[in-house]
C-alpha cells in the first residue's frame, strides 16, 4: 500500500529516552541498540503514516503493553486484522533525516519499519473480525459485574473498537492529527463498510489510579488521583456515556509497559464507550488543551 499519508506531529521534536521504547526480549531493536546508552537522551522527531502489512509484528509488539498480560486475547490476531486493513488508520515513526535528498537510481526507498505507535479500529460485528471480536466481547463482559455486562451487550452490537496505542514516552500532541486522519478514512469507506456504519466507539484506556486507604470518604473532593498513559483519552472520557475498570490482578508483568516510580498507583484499564458523533468535540477540546 503506497504512503498516501505522511503527518507531521505538529512539528514537535521531543527528547526520548531511547532505552524505555522497546522490551529487549521483544526483538523490535536494531543490533545498533546495544551500543546506545539507555539513559541517554535523543532529539527525535515523529510523523504519522498509512499501515503497511509489513508492520504487523511491530504493531503486535506495541499492544503487548496493554493487551499480553490477558491469555483471553489473540495479540497476534489482532495485529493482523490491523495490517491488513487498507488506508484505514496510521502507525507513527521516525522521520527519515534523509527526507527529500536523491537517492542512488536503482534503489528503493523503504518506510521505517520501527513502529512507535499506532492508531486503528476493528469493527466488532464484522464477518472477518468474528474470531477477535468473540473473544475481545467476551473477555470485556468476564471483567465485569452482570449489570454492566448487559449494557455493553446494547454497544457492541453496534461499536468499533479504537486501538490507540504508543509507547510512553511519545508527544500526547502526535493524536490530534492521527485521529483527524482516521476520521477521514472512515468518512472514505464504501457506505456498506462495517466500521463506516457503526455508531459507538470503544476505548480500553490505560489509567494509574491512586490507591486510597479503606474507610477513606468517596467525595469528588477526596476522589483518587487518576494518570493516563495515553493523556487525549481523559478527554475522551469526559464525552463518553458508558465506561467500566478491568483490573490487572496482582500482579502486572513488566512486558506489558507499565513501569511507574510512583508506587501507590495501580494500573488498569479504563472500557470507554464514546459515541461517534462526540469525536469531533472532543478532539476540539483536546487542539485547545495543547495549545
Known sequence: MPL??????????????????????????????????????????????????????????????????????????????????????????????????DKPEGEEVEPDDTIFGVLSMVDLTYSQTKNFSLDFIKFLKSQTNAENATKLDNYVKNASYIVNERFLNIPPGISVPMFESLLEDVKNLSEDSANKKTDYWLFLARVFVEDRPKGKSSSKLNAPEIEYSNPEEEIFEEFSEFKFDISYGQIVPKATGWSKDDSSLTPCLRLLVLNKNKVNDALEKIKNLIK
Open 4 to 101: 498516501k499519508k505522511k503527518q507531521k506531529a505538529e512539528e514537535q521534536i521531543e527528547e526520548v529516552d531511547s532505552g524505555s521504547s522497546y522490551d529487549e526480549d521483544s526483538g523490535s531493536g536494531s543490533d545498533q541498540d546495544e551500543d546506545i546508552d539507555p539513559n541517554e537522551e535523543i532529539m527525535v522527531d515523529f510523523e504519522a503514516r498509512s499501515i503497511l502489512e509489513s508492520d504487523r509484528e511491530s504493531i503486535k509488539v506495541i499492544l503487548q503493553q496493554k493487551l499480553g498480560h490477558f491469555q483471553q486475547l489473540n495479540v497476534h490476531e489482532l495485529a493482523t486484522i490491523i495490517s491488513q486493513q487498507e488506508n484505514l488508520g496510521n502507525v507513527i515513526n521516525q522521520v527519515d533525516d534523509e527526507e527529500g535528498v
